[in-house]
T-cell receptor, first 112, second 113 residues
Framework: GAVVSQHPSRVICKSGTSVKIECRSLDFQATTMFWYRQFPKKSLMLMATSNEGSKATYEQGVEKDKFLINHASLTLSTLTVTSAHPEDSSFYIC????????FGQGTRLTVV | GENVEQHPSTLSVQEGDSAVIKCTYSDSASNYFPWYKQELGKRPQLIIDIRSNVGEKKDQRIAVTLNKTAKHFSLHITETQPEDSAVYFCAAKGGSTLGRLYFGRGTQLTVWP
């Protein structure tokens, strides 16, 4: 299947700092990518839909100023968690479509 | 929007037995139904999918059935093995564009040797 690469796989940051997560489609172009958050033993919760060249579409209850999404090219979308707090600690995962939907490796964010 | 329900939340079977996970969806316009397997700390992996113009699809030990009238679809795993142990998610792609998937809550499958 198609390859979606996410980086970093793990990150630990201090409260108040910002963290950027990258999602790349390696062998195809993706005009749309999706960002999810997953809590332990829970399903994937869609945070936002990232659209190349335009603003992201955020799900209800997701703070757009806190979770900044940039989709500047057809192969790269970034999620920046701004002013991170311990409650932002979670598993963040992106996906893109090429026929089926394929996921990045996920990023385990820990805010201390 | 679409609402996907998944049952059971946990499933334990003996190695060699079959496992069945069931999902229902609400949007009759949904037309694509993938199943994902997620191991602890890993990404969800697409294991099989079915489109609305097909009633059944099989890939070795894995099969998926779709009943459009009843709006439900199921995953069948035969001859289960311990390495099948994982969380399985069903999903439905809504009738709108962009390819957004709506996920079920997941089923923790444990296969005992």
């Amino acid at each position: 299947g198609a390859v979606v690469s996410q980086h970093p796989s793990r990150v630990i940051c201090k409260s108040g700092t910002s963290v950027k997560i990258e999602c790349r489609s390696l062998d195809f172009q993706a005009t749309t990518m999706f960002w999810y958050r997953q809590f332990p033993k829970k399903s994937l919760m869609l945070m936002a839909t990232s659209n190349e060249g335009s603003k992201a579409t955020y799900e209800q209850g997701v703070e757009k100023d806190k979770f900044l999404i940039n989709h500047a090219s057809l192969t790269l979308s970034t999620l920046t968690v701004t002013s991170a707090h311990p409650e932002d600690s979670s598993f963040y995962i992106c996906s893109a479509r090429q026929g089926g939907t394929f996921f990045g490796q996920g990023t385990r964010l820990t805010v201390v | 929007g679409e609402n996907v329900e998944q049952h059971p939340s946990t499933l334990s079977v003996q190695e060699g037995d079959s496992a069945v996970i069931k999902c229902t969806y609400s949007d009759s316009a949904s037309n694509y139904f993938p199943w994902y397997k997620q191991e602890l700390g890993k990404r969800p992996q697409l294991i099989i999918d079915i489109r609305s113009n097909v009633g059944e699809k099989k890939d070795q030990r894995i099969a998926v059935t779709l009943n459009k009238t009843a709006k439900h679809f199921s995953l069948h795993i035969t001859e289960t093995q311990p390495e099948d142990s994982a969380v399985y998610f069903c999903a439905a792609k809504g009738g709108s564009t962009l390819g957004r998937l709506y996920f079920g809550r997941g089923t923790q499958l444990t296969v005992w040797p």
